[in-house]
């Protein structure tokens, strides 16, 4: 499917202002990926069809999971605002034919992130997060050091959203924690 009949699908799936966000992610995942190497018709792909399970309902979401026997590190009702990542993988294949395994995983990866994280997984997530409508607490730097390098954005990103968790009393996805650490070694074994 080409990138304009997944727009047009897309935007028929989504309000208007998560089609906004998904156009947003898209076109900051494809800078990222060019500036980093990356494949951007690929980051562009993923950054377009990220959320494509977004509105769908926690309900409807929880049964396409257990039909396709998704498998969770927790109880899925604890964490519910993960769930749409894993099932935007399923949509993407049933909807949108993407066939791509390192595209479906980016889907999958850009609301928990994970331990190995490819290139176009930290592009895709970190696009998520510092596109244009989102704003929070230490976005300007975490988009400044986007520009210069993943590792240390995401790390930045990773450490202001657990706190956020951590402050509300959420569970943390133990991807996300996984993520946060082998990011942190790398980036500390870069600076030792």
């Not at 993923?46 to 257990?66: M, P, Q, S, V």
């Not at 450490?159 to 070694?185: F, V």
Request: hydrophobic content about 45%; glycine content about 4%.
């Amino acid at each position: 499917m080409k990138i304009d009949s997944m727009k047009l699908k897309l935007k028929n799936m989504l309000d208007q202002e998560r089609w906004n966000h998904s156009l947003n992610t898209s076109q900051i995942a494809y800078e990222l990926a060019i500036r980093f190497g990356a494949d951007s018709n690929k980051a562009r792909i993923a950054g377009l069809l990220h959320d494509c399970a977004k509105n769908i309902t926690f309900k409807k979401l929880r049964e396409i999971a257990i039909i396709h026997k998704i498998k969770f590190d927790v109880k899925i009702d604890n964490i519910p605002k993960v769930l749409h990542s894993f099932v935007g993988e399923i949509i993407a294949m049933q909807e949108f034919k993407i066939r791509e395994a390192d595209i479906l995983q980016a889907i999958r990866l850009h609301s928990t992130g994970g331990a190995n994280m490819s290139i176009l997984d930290k592009i895709v997530y970190l696009s998520d997060k510092i596109e244009p409508l989102r704003n929070f607490k230490g976005i300007t730097k975490i988009r400044q050091m986007a520009l210069k390098d993943l590792d240390k954005a995401i790390l930045m990103l990773l450490d202001e959203g657990l706190i956020s968790l951590i402050q509300k009393g959420l569970l943390i996805y133990p991807a996300t924690m996984e993520a946060r650490n082998e990011i942190l070694s790398k980036v500390v074994l870069v600076d030792a």
